[in-house]
């Protein structure tokens, strides 16, 4: 079983920066491939960054050159650093993890990741 606990996100103004965390409670083998995603109101959950253990990444295309997912081993802890945030990027954000690899995707439906955090919220101001 794995438990997964977000922390970092807040109110920031347009163009500035945060980083989220996520950490990781048990069989580090469920955690394979590792993403973040954001659900805004109204919207649909969409994927924003994934992460395999081997190091692959992919990013939606709006955050490729601002957002960066990585992962410490040893303190089991996934992160994302977010710069020049935009008011688009204002999301509950989520973090992710799933056993397989076939699917780590940005793009792939979020049924494929079995393990969820309860979420940390983004705000951005103009």
């Known amino acids: 079983q794995v438990q997964l606990v977000e922390s970092g996100g807040g109110a920031v103004q347009a163009g500035g920066t945060l980083r989220l965390s996520c950490a990781v409670f048990?069989?580090?083998?469920?955690?394979?491939?590792m993403g973040w995603f954001r659900q805004a109101p109204g919207k649909e959950r969409e994927g924003v960054a994934t992460l395999r253990f081997d190091g692959r990444t992919t990013y939606l295309d709006s955050v490729q050159d601002r957002f960066s997912i990585s992962r410490d081993v040893a303190k089991n802890t996934l992160y994302l650093e977010m710069n020049d945030l935009k008011r688009e990027d204002m999301a509950m954000y989520y973090c992710?993890?799933?056993?397989?690899?076939?699917?780590?995707?940005?793009?792939?439906?979020?049924?494929?990741?079995?393990?969820w955090g309860q979420g940390t919220q983004v705000t951005v101001s103009s």
């Open positions: 048990g069989n580090s083998y469920g955690t394979n491939c």
């Open positions: 992710a993890g799933a056993p397989s690899t076939a699917y780590c995707y940005y793009y792939t439906n979020a049924t494929r990741f079995p393990y």
